[in-house]
C-alpha cells in the first residue's frame, strides 16, 4: 500500500510558476507509475501527467505540455511537477496518484486505480 501526501499549491498570477510536492510512504513506491490529476470546480478530474517507475519517460496532457514538467525522486519518495507559465484554466484541485498500472490507463476517462492524495489546490489569477 501507498500513502500520498501532496503539497505546494497557492495562489500564482498567471505567467507565474509553482512546484507541487507528493510525499509518498510505502516501500513499493519505486515499482509505482506516479501521476498528477487536477479537477476544476464543475469539471471532471482529469489527468496532467504522469512519470514511470524508473524516472525515464513521462507522459503530459496536451494543454500543459512545454509548461510543465513531472519528476521524481525514487530515494526519497518524492514526486514533483514543476509548473511554469501558469493560466487562469489551471486553476483546480491537484491530486498525486500511485499506480501499478500501464500509463496509457491514466490518460483514459474514469480512471479511478491506485491511491490517492487528498489534493493541493492552485489558483491562478488573471
Known amino acids: 500500500q501507498v500513502q500520498v501526501v501532496e503539497s505546494g499549491g497557492g495562489l500564482v498570477q498567471a505567467g507565474g510558476s509553482l512546484r507541487l510536492s507528493c510525499a509518498a510512504s510505502?516501500?513499493?513506491?519505486?515499482?509505482?507509475?506516479m501521476a498528477w490529476f487536477r479537477q476544476a470546480p464543475g469539471n471532471e478530474r482529469e489527468f496532467v501527467a504522469a512519470?514511470?517507475?524508473?524516472?525515464?519517460?513521462?507522459t503530459y496532457a496536451n494543454s500543459v505540455k512545454g509548461r510543465l514538467t513531472i519528476s521524481r525522486d525514487n530515494t526519497n519518495n518524492t514526486v514533483f511537477l514543476q509548473m511554469n507559465r501558469l493560466k487562469p484554466e489551471d486553476t483546480a484541485v491537484y491530486y498525486c496518484?500511485?499506480?501499478?498500472?500501464?500509463?496509457?490507463?491514466?490518460?483514459?476517462?474514469?480512471?479511478?486505480?491506485?491511491?490517492w492524495g487528498k489534493g493541493t489546490p492552485v489558483t491562478v489569477s488573471s
Open positions: 510505502g516501500r513499493t513506491f519505486s515499482t509505482h507509475v
Open positions: 496518484n500511485a499506480a501499478q498500472a500501464p500509463i496509457k490507463f491514466m490518460t483514459q476517462n474514469g480512471y479511478n486505480m491506485g491511491f
Open positions: 512519470i514511470n517507475w524508473r524516472g525515464d519517460t513521462a
